[in-house]
């Protein structure tokens, strides 16, 4: 049986502690930060969308492409790869497994950069 327990506070701390003392010989326990919201995951669209219709420098992406461009500048691992009418498309490492905190940072820097360009915003900004 899987078991999973989010730490938000000392009980919870407690319950791990017990299932860990009550598992059987070779259980494997995972502990990882919690992943991406929901939220975020919107927020980051929205931001990636204002960008696109906006144009900074010229440059014309979809928001899938800036999505990897932005990754990328943030040292997350990215691979395009090219279709076969020449054109290049993402693969590889996807926003679904970033950490909340991961996000939070990309989200940060996709702001930074479209405020330094000017990038007009459809939505204000909120904690993400």
């Known amino acids: 049986m899987t078991?999973?327990?989010?730490?938000?506070?000392?009980?919870?701390?407690?319950?791990?502690?017990?299932?860990i003392d009550k598992a059987p010989v070779d259980a494997v326990v995972k502990i990882?930060?919690?992943?991406?919201?929901?939220?975020?995951?919107?927020?980051?669209?929205?931001?990636?969308?204002?960008?696109?219709?906006h144009k900074p420098e010229g440059r014309r992406h979809i928001p899938e492409i800036w999505k990897c461009v932005f990754m990328a500048s943030c040292g997350h691992e990215v691979q395009f790869e090219h279709g076969l009418d020449g054109r290049p498309f993402p693969v590889g490492f996807r926003s679904s497994h970033l950490t909340k905190s991961q996000m939070s940072d990309l989200i940060e820097y996709v702001i930074s950069y479209g405020q330094q360009h000017g990038v007009i915003w459809s939505e204000t900004f909120t904690e993400y």
């Open 3 to 19: 078991q999973t327990v989010i730490l938000r506070g000392q009980p919870q701390r407690d319950l791990a502690k017990q299932l």
């Open 32 to 53: 990882s930060e919690a992943k991406r919201t929901t939220s975020q995951n919107n927020k980051l669209w929205a931001l990636l969308s204002d960008i696109s219709r």
